[in-house]
């Protein structure tokens, strides 16, 4: 297979949700369908239970809950799959952020009960800047919930997003039945303990026959009706708005009966895009322009905790990646070879001999890799920074053993190139006595959690007043300020010594505000 060709066959994409809506689930079942794994792992990974698939971290196993990105690839119905598997909590939203970074479509995740919760709301937004095109898919139909055409204007309203429904649930909860599949003219009639449904072939969705699969006069006519007003009020499905992010294929299912999982991932495949381009300091890149570049979206330690190791995940953008290819690390303006990289299949990997435009890259690492870096395979480019969030939670962590002390700052050191927590300290004092920060509570509890299983560090936190941190820079020249601002105790510098100020609250910001009208206070390194 050429070039060209091996490129268009990428999709890759990112699975979001807010939390308990089923991403797990879904994910497991994903890979099922496609053939990856014989038998989709129970989400709690309770005793006598497997774990899940997508959750290889320990305290993900414990918890039943995804709290760093997974990464996974197959392949299905000729096409080269990347799954990305994000964290639903919101305190790892910034984690799910570059994940949705390296994606090129998301697939979005519902409770039919609850509809278009908090989270998934903000996942949203950022899908919405980046035009990214969404596929809906609406959960636990075999619990009672929202009507389907209740959900359809939950979605459009709080998106501001149209839906196409693809596949229309026949009842719900107790009464589910099925679906109906209007562009193939199918019904699909599912049975509990049974993963396989009965196939029907009907003319449409007034069919007699669908009314004797029912068996049920009340459930049929509530289908019919509601059919009849959704054919005469939508119009058609538009794979060109789809692209553009501005309607959103619909389908319904349960994850956990496996119900409708495999309807998504024929829909998935049929209208997934192709790798998009991406934007440079050069100007737009082409995925089928022939020289080698990616960026690093995503930092892992210690996926295999025994060899103490370190991946940095690559999105190829442009190019062919070979196994042991020399790249020109922008940064650090100096040549690296690539000699070990991996696929995923969350915890497990084998070596990866060439990827291609869209595939994800795991490369072993030994401390030359941050998150943003952009390597190519000859030539100066870079792609556009990846912001961080803002703080409001902070704290510094201590330990009884001061012969561990050294042990600990490695630890954190690694915590913080992941991206897990933020890093900040006094110049005048040194490193020694940093100041961590994070954009929510669960973050210090992985944080202390992963210091004792992966690092043998039994530390503790002590909190710190402070709630805002404020990166300073010139108005005029945009230039970052390192003299400590007009009213503020002192200035700190973060990991990568760029100056910020740390403050109790927003009356405090205010007032720093007033008294330095030429800095300007961002919440973000990059200004």
Request: proline residues 4%; negative net charge.
């Amino acid at each position: 297979m050429g070039f060209i060709e091996e490129v268009k066959r990428r999709r890759t994409f990112a699975i979001i949700s807010h939390p308990d809506a089923g991403k797990t689930t879904i994910t497991e079942k994903i890979l099922y369908e496609g053939g990856v794994i014989r038998e989709a792992g129970e989400v709690k990974g309770k005793k006598g239970r497997k774990a899940a698939t997508s959750d290889w971290m320990a305290m993900e196993k414990e918890r039943g809950v995804s709290i760093t990105s997974s990464v996974m690839s197959f392949d299905h119905e000729g096409l080269r799959v990347n799954l990305l598997d994000t964290p639903g909590h919101k305190d790892f939203g910034e984690d799910t952020y570059r994940t949705l970074i390296a994606a090129d479509s998301a697939a979005m995740l519902i409770d039919a009960a609850k509809g278009v919760e908090a989270q998934t709301r903000k996942l949203y937004e950022v899908c919405k800047l980046k035009k990214m095109p969404i596929f809906t898919f609406a959960n636990k139909m075999d619990r009672e919930g929202k009507d389907p055409l209740d959900l359809i204007d939950d979605v459009e309203k709080t998106l501001e997003m149209k839906c196409y429904p693809v596949t229309w649930p026949i009842g719900i909860g107790d009464r589910f039945k099925g679906l109906y599949h209007r562009q193939k003219r199918e019904v699909y009639i599912f049975t509990k303990g049974e993963e396989e449904p009965e196939v029907y072939k009907v003319d449409g969705y007034d069919d007699p026959k669908i009314k004797e699969l029912t068996g049920d006069d009340e459930l049929y006519e509530m289908f019919f009706e509601t059919l009849e007003l959704l054919e005469g009020a939508s119009d058609d499905f538009s794979e060109e708005a789809f692209l553009k992010g501005e309607i959103s294929p619909m389908t319904f299912g349960s994850a956990k009966f496996n119900w409708g999982v495999d309807l998504f991932l024929e829909l998935f495949c049929k209208y997934a895009p192709e790798p998009r381009s991406r934007m440079t300091d050069k100007g737009e890149l082409d995925p089928v322009e022939k020289n080698f570049s990616g960026f690093v979206f995503k930092i892992q330690a210690n996926m295999d905790k025994n060899h103490r190791d370190r991946v940095a995940f690559v999105r190829v953008c442009s190019g062919r990646f070979e196994r042991g290819m020399k790249v020109q690390h922008q940064r650090l303006g100096r040549e690296l070879r690539l000699s070990y990289a991996n696929q995923f299949l969350a915890g497990e990997r084998e070596t990866l001999e060439e990827a291609f435009s869209g595939d994800i890259v795991g490369v072993n690492d030994t401390g030359n890799f941050q998150i943003g870096d952009s390597i190519t395979g000859k030539g100066k480019m870079t792609f556009e920074p990846i912001p961080r969030f803002a703080p409001e939670l902070f704290g510094r962590v201590t330990i009884k053993d001061p012969l561990k002390r050294k042990k600990m700052n490695e630890a954190v050191q690694h915590l913080v190139e992941e991206g897990l927590i933020q890093f900040f300290y006094d110049p005048n004092i040194g490193r020694q006595d940093s100041i961590l920060g994070v954009v929510g509570e669960l973050q210090f509890e992985v944080l202390l959690h992963r210091m004792s299983e992966e690092y043998n560090v039994e530390a503790k936190l002590e909190r710190l007043p402070y709630a805002l941190a404020r990166w300073t820079f010139d108005k005029e020249s945009g230039e970052a300020i390192k003299d400590c601002p007009k009213g503020a105790d002192r200035i700190f510098l973060d990991n990568y010594e760029c100056p910020v100020v740390l403050l109790d609250n927003e009356w405090d910001l205010g007032w720093l505000e007033r008294d330095n009208p030429d800095t300007k206070f961002s919440m973000s390194a990059l200004g």
